[in-house]
Nanobody
């Protein structure tokens, strides 16, 4: 059974850091593209970052480029999202999802077939 479980959310102040984890079961995530998405209250879900299968090529949405880093630990079957210098506008529920294809390029939210339950990130002073 395919399952994704996010963890690591919480409340932090602007400028601080947070690391989210997405642990997979039921499949080996290094074969597939894994995406991080977020949804803020009253807004649509948006893509934040994606890591390709095999070569682990990373992709980022413009507003997080240079602040967030996506990575993968194959031994733990886990993908991480390191969030540095967070801003109030980063406040959202963060979800990870798997697209059963190798590369991130060209993928939209509808291409991701399994989603985690989400973890809340709140950035506030």
């Amino acid at each position: 059974q395919v399952q994704l479980v996010e963890s690591g959310g919480g409340q932090v102040q602007p400028g601080e850091s947070l690391r989210l984890s997405c642990t997979a079961s039921g499949f080996t995530l290094d074969y597939y593209a894994i995406g991080w998405f977020r949804q803020a209250p009253g807004k649509e879900r948006e893509g934040v970052s994606c890591i390709s299968g095999r070569d682990a090529a990373a992709h980022y949405e413009d507003s997080v480029q240079g602040r967030f880093t996506i990575s993968r630990d194959d031994a733990r079957n886990t993908v991480y999202l390191q969030m540095n210098n967070v801003r109030p506008e980063d406040t959202a529920i963060y979800y990870c999802a798997v697209a059963f294809t190798l590369f991130c390029h060209g993928l939209g939210p509808h291409d991701y077939k399994h989603w985690g339950q989400g973890t809340q990130v709140t950035v506030s002073s």
